[in-house]
């Protein structure tokens, strides 16, 4: 009884240090009195240039070999409806360009909320399912779980940066809380819900496909072949008709068939003990879950003959391979373990109910739990007191305002090293090279681009003005030698300044 109460006073902790952690961090990314120009992830610049596109009504799918360089990564519906959010707000509140980054980060906060009700709405079907709810620790857990993943360290900055993951990841719940709620009643209904949220995931981000091969390994390891065949026919039908109508830039782009990818399973290793750190509460008592059932065969029989802790189960160990295999691809990051550790919080409370029913509850299991959740509230209090971690993401704000102020009173047109400084609302210029981060990969394979990339524009004079970190025309840029370009005295924050030297 002593360590239960000691869980729940680490559980109330671990939950109002996380929160306080987020509203801080999103008190000092968020401004109502001037529009912060922040990356809240790698390569952020991409998805907000992509947005703006969307915007602004122009093409979103556009060539990377071509003029001006730039690429869309992800699914439609990621850019289309944050575009539909954005083009609103600023319309409706007479805001400028410059407020889009902040206007598109409310709705990745949007996402949030979603994913974490909806998360906390699936665990306690679940839970409640395999042996009721009847306990305070039970009762707890689906919030909990919930919390460690939507507020907790491992979704840290993500809850504010515009990208799909948040919105792929929601309706991945949606569609597991669907077929949960429905299978054992209506198992048609169930499948159809599946593939309808599922889709709208995928529609999101490409790379949600964990729970699609989850729910279709189940049912075949269930043996209901009518449900897999409907299930196989729809996906195949529908992703078919969407990628054919995408046209040939849609499926070059979704398909990064134009892009140099490169593998390190040293980075995979990387990505996964981050995530894994990050999510104790949710690591921690499953390793124990998992202890009991290789040892005990009272605990297997009864958790394998249900079945819901199957296919947490199926989902689980498919899920985890398949983005064990994105991993590998060093452009991955800690927020490819988002579906994976959610499925972990799916078998947790199943693995607990199960004990609960059978073993009259683990003692190793609550003394697991006290310790995991002590140690995220340790982890947050680390952060908030900056010792470990990043708590205030706003330190290139001031330097890239000031930077772009100063690019903007030279000559026109210019080419700006900074991908951020690039984008329409910071540098004026004719065409934004927002260069996608796989330019550079691309140029040095010798793949071919229009007008021979930025550095054939530049032997041939096309930019009046460079603001490039060359300080000395030694080793060019982007294979152009910089001779028809003269280095100014004066510099643009850390940017050197070079001008045309002659028409």
């Not at 819900?193 to 599922?198: P, R």
């Not at 992703?239 to 054919?244: D, N, P, Q, S």
């Not at 006290?370 to 001031?398: E, N, S, Y």
């Not at 400084?421 to 981060?437: C, D, K």
Request: hydrophobic residues 50%; glycine residues 8%; positive net charge.
């Amino acid at each position: 009884m002593k360590i239960e109460k000691l869980s729940i006073a680490a559980f109330w902790a671990a939950i109002g240090l996380m929160g306080l952690l987020m509203a801080v961090r999103l008190y000092l990314i968020i401004s109502f009195a001037e529009p912060l120009q922040i990356i809240t992830s790698g390569d952020e610049q991409a998805s907000l240039f992509s947005v703006w596109k969307a915007v602004n009504d122009q093409a979103v799918y556009t060539d990377p070999t071509r003029s001006p360089y730039t690429m869309s990564f992800f699914n439609g519906l990621f850019y289309y409806s944050y575009g539909l959010w954005t083009s609103f707000w600023l319309a409706t509140l007479s805001l400028s360009d410059s407020w889009l980054p902040t206007v598109s980060r409310f709705f990745s906060l949007l996402g949030v909320a979603a994913a974490w009700l909806s998360l906390t709405r699936l665990l306690q079907i679940s839970g409640a399912r395999v042996c009721g709810n009847t306990d305070i620790i039970s009762r707890l857990m689906p919030p909990a779980c919930a919390s460690v993943l939507c507020i907790g360290p491992l979704m840290g900055f993500w809850a504010f940066t515009v990208r799909p993951d948040l919105w792929a990841l929601v309706f991945e719940i949606i569609a597991v809380l669907a077929f949960v709620r429905l299978y054992a009643e209506k198992n048609l209904t169930a499948v159809l819900l599946a593939v309808v949220f599922l889709l709208l995931g995928w529609s999101f981000k490409q790379a949600s496909i964990g729970v699609i091969a989850g729910i279709g390994l189940f049912l075949l390891f269930e043996r209901q072949w009518r449900l897999l065949a409907i299930y196989t026919v729809l996906f195949i039908a529908v992703w078919t008709t969407i990628i054919y109508l995408g046209g040939e830039l849609y499926r070059h782009s979704i398909f990064f068939t134009q892009i140099q990818l490169e593998y390190s399973l040293s980075h995979s290793a990387r990505v996964w003990s981050n995530g894994l750190s990050k999510s104790l509460p949710i690591v921690g008592p499953l390793a124990v879950v998992f202890v009991v059932l290789v040892k005990n065969q009272t605990f297997r029989t009864f958790f394998l003959g249900n079945w819901i802790c199957r296919f947490f189960l199926i989902n689980l160990g498919t899920s985890s391979l398949i983005i064990f295999l994105m991993t590998i691809q060093n452009g991955s990051a800690e927020n490819y373990l988002f579906t994976p550790l959610f499925l972990a919080s799916g078998l947790l409370v199943c693995g607990h109910a199960a004990s609960r029913s059978q073993l009259s509850g683990m003692s190793s299991f609550n003394a697991v739990l006290l310790t995991t959740t002590g140690v995220q509230a340790l982890l947050c209090c680390l952060v908030l007191a900056g010792v470990i971690g990043v708590l205030d993401g706003t330190k290139t704000h001031r330097q890239w305002v000031d930077t772009a102020r100063c690019i903007n009173q030279l000559p026109k047109p210019i080419f700006t090293e900074g991908t951020y400084l690039s984008l329409p609302w910071m540098t004026e210029s004719a065409e934004p090279f927002v260069l996608s981060y796989t330019y550079s990969r691309a140029r040095k394979s010798g793949i071919p681009h229009e007008k021979d990339g930025i550095g054939g524009r530049i032997n041939n004079g096309e930019f009046a003005t460079l603001a490039i970190s060359r300080n000395s025309p030694n080793g060019g840029y982007d294979g152009a030698d910089l001779l028809n370009y003269t280095l100014q005295p004066t510099k643009c924050g850390a940017l050197s300044i070079w001008s045309r030297a002659r028409p």
